[in-house]
Structures are given as structure tokens and as C-alpha cells.
């Protein structure tokens, strides 16, 4: 048997995501329009001037209506529009489809040519299901580096009829949450706070909990997570800085889903996002739909942190086709994603009737960083 440390989780990262974030709160409290377009005057487009592969547009009970044709239907926003840029806002907009896509949402602080200011990298994606009843999308762009929104533009997909109610922007009230105090339930998700730490649920692929928070990221690289998660293979963590829109996000892998709790420790040093100021961290504590989490805290530090908590991820024959007689190894992965040094580490190995062991069947290391 021989003994391997690794001292973080692996973890998988990608880069530059566009998430499509959909944000419910768990009140309607806290947060406030800064701009809204509810189509409530017959035939007033709002400023809202169609390309054309937007047919049949109609602006009749409160609703603007349109049938989508081609590859690139777009809904520009002409009317005059000026927002302050924040982090904390969501774009809502209630429709409903009878075709499945992916729509955007195109931002901009400028009208600077090209595409008089829009960029291909300046938009958010969102889900669209297709099955012709009222729905409420919120989508998160964290937008906050153009400092303000001056343009806006609105792309549906093709083939398909669209009815929308109402788009408007909202702005969360994130002053009084952060690591400690609380978290937003972002998407169809919903967060409880607990006498210790919070209970989170998560019903659908995008949902997660979010928080603002002000963390220098080059002297602070260790997220450290302890929950105790039932099922599931791997956990989100997100993170938004000060000068990049979007999210980023990292993969938490695999989770020990025991029911009991445990601490991940994550090394953000790895990953070249992780720069600059951090200003908001999400958090999807199971790939599980339905799952509820017990989420004890997270912490951000210069440190990993906890107890040292062993496991053995991979424990496999060496030879994928052992044959009788014939001597192989076993192996066994020992992690510590603790925060600190276990000592006197002992393993026992047991072998059903018939193997035979070679070595010794009890091992011990002195130290497991
Ligand atoms: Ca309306």
C-alpha cells in the first residue's frame, strides 16, 4: 500500500462563463426598479425597435407580441436610457414562448462603433422553456465594470412566438448581507438561515446562494467551506471581481455526500480569475436537485482551514486484470483537506479469504499534511 498526500481538493475550473443566473429573493423586499418597460399603452413599442426577423409586432393589453424568423432576431432598445451599472442588478423579464432557446441580453456603456456599442462578450444568456406559460426570468449580469448602461438590447431566437408582460431592472439590496449575515437565494433555490449556519436548497441547474463580500484576492487564496451535503458528486463555488462582468466559477470535486459534515478547502492561488477584489461569492453546495445542504459557514482567509479530515478518493488494484498467482499492488489515496496536520495516521488493511497479502497489513505515517 503506499500513501499519497494531496492537500487541496481537485478542482475544475472554467473560465469566462456567461451563467445564466436567474435571482429570486426570498422576499420582494429589499430590492428597487431603476428602470422598467411594461408595454401598457396600445401600440407603444417603448422605445424597443425590432430587426427584421421580428415579425407581426403588436403592442395590445398590456403585452408586446412578435413571432421570431432566421438566426437573429434582436429587440434594440432606442429609446434615450441611462442606468448606474451595479453588481446588484437583475434583469426581470416575464414572457412566455411555445419554442425551447437560449435568449440574450446585450449591454453597453457606450455607442462607440462597432455594432454602435455593443460587443460580442458584453451579454448574459438565459434559458428560455418553451412551453407557452408565464414565467418571470431574472437574470444576473453583473455588469458593475461599465460603470453605467446606456444601451441595451434584447436578442429571443428564432421560430418561435414570444409574449412579454414587462422587462425591468432591479437592484438587489445586498448592504446588510455578507459571509457571516446571509446570502439571496439566486434562481429556484431557497436558504434558511439556522441557529448555526443555513439549511440551502437548490431545485434547478442555475440555482445558487449569493453574497457580496470585499476580499483582496492575492492575500486571501484559501476558500474553505465545511456543509454536509446527503447526495451529490460535486459542489459550485462562483466569484465576481471588481473589473470583470460575469461570473466565474469552480468546480468542487468530488463531494463527500455522508451526510456529515465536512470542510473543502479550495486554493484560489491556482486560478488567475481569482485577482484583484473579490466582491461576490456563490455558492451551489450539490449538483443534486431537491437536495437541501447543511451549510455550517464559508470563510475566505490566507489559510485553509479545520480539523484535518481524511479520505481515500481512489483505493483500486493496481492491474485492471489480476490473475491467480500472480502478485499486484493495491493502492490506496490518502487526502487531508483539513486545515491542519493529521498525525499518526494508521491504516489496516483486510483481505477477503483467498488473497493473500505479501506485505504488512498494517501501515502507519507520521504525518499527513
Ligand atoms: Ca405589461
Redesign the pocket.
Known amino acids: 500500500m503506499s500513501n499519497l498526500t494531496e492537500f487541496a481538493l481537485s478542482v475544475m475550473f472554467a473560465t469566462a462563463i456567461l451563467v445564466s443566473l436567474a435571482v429570486s429573493l426570498l422576499s420582494s423586499q429589499g430590492e428597487k426598479v431603476v428602470a422598467e418597460w ?3 399603452r396600445e401600440g407603444d413599442l417603448q422605445g424597443w425597435q425590432p430587426n427584421v426577423q421580428i415579425k407581426d409586432v403588436k403592442v395590445a393589453n ?3 407580441s412578435f413571432r421570431t424568423e432566421g438566426y437573429d432576431p434582436i429587440l434594440f432598445l432606442e429609446a434615450p436610457f441611462e442606468i448606474h451599472a451595479s453588481p446588484w442588478n437583475v434583469i426581470e423579464i ?1 414572457l412566455k414562448a411555445d419554442g425551447d432557446g437560449v435568449a440574450e441580453f446585450f449591454w453597453s456603456n457606450t455607442y462607440e462603433e462597432p455594432y454602435r456599442g455593443f460587443r460580442p462578450h458584453k451579454r448574459t444568456e438565459f434559458w428560455v422553456t418553451g412551453d407557452g406559460k408565464w414565467r418571470t426570468y431574472k437574470i444576473l449580469p453583473l455588469w458593475h465594470p461599465e460603470g453605467k448602461i446606456i444601451r441595451l438590447r434584447f436578442d429571443p431566437f428564432g421560430g418561435a412566438n414570444f409574449e ?3 422587462i425591468r431592472i432591479v437592484e438587489l439590496e445586498a448592504k446588510n448581507l455578507g459571509l457571516e449575515t446571509g446570502w439571496v437565494a439566486v434562481g429556484d433555490a431557497s436558504v434558511r438561515r439556522e441557529k448555526e449556519g443555513w439549511t440551502v436548497t437548490t431545485k434547478e441547474p442555475d440555482a445558487l446562494i449569493l453574497t457580496p463580500v470585499s476580499i483582496d484576492a492575492e492575500a486571501n487564496s484559501f476558500v474553505s467551506i465545511q456543509m454536509a451535503v446527503r447526495k451529490g458528486d460535486y459542489a459550485t463555488l462562483y466569484f465576481a471581481t471588481e473589473k470583470e462582468h460575469g461570473f466565474k466559477r469552480v468546480s468542487i470535486s468530488p463531494l463527500i455526500a455522508d451526510g456529515k459534515e465536512h470542510i473543502y478547502n479550495l486554493d484560489m492561488i491556482a486560478y488567475q480569475e481569482w485577482r484583484g477584489r473579490i466582491i461576490a461569492l456563490g455558492l451551489r453546495p450539490t449538483d443534486k436537485l431537491g437536495e437541501t445542504v447543511r451549510l455550517s459557514w464559508v470563510s475566505v482567509s490566507d489559510r485553509p482551514k479545520g480539523l484535518p479530515d481524511l479520505r481515500i478518493p481512489i483505493f483500486a488494484l493496481d492491474d485492471a486484470s489480476p490473475r491467480v498467482g500472480i502478485t499486484t499492488s493495491l493502492i490506496a489515496t490518502v487526502t487531508n483537506s483539513g486545515g491542519e496536520t493529521a498525525k499518526n495516521v494508521r491504516a489496516k488493511l483486510i483481505l477477503p479469504k483467498g488473497v493473500e497479502l505479501k506485505g504488512d497489513a498494517s501501515l502507519s505515517v507520521e504525518q499527513l499534511g
Open positions: 411594461q408595454f401598457d398590456g403585452i408586446l416575464r412579454i408582460d414587462f
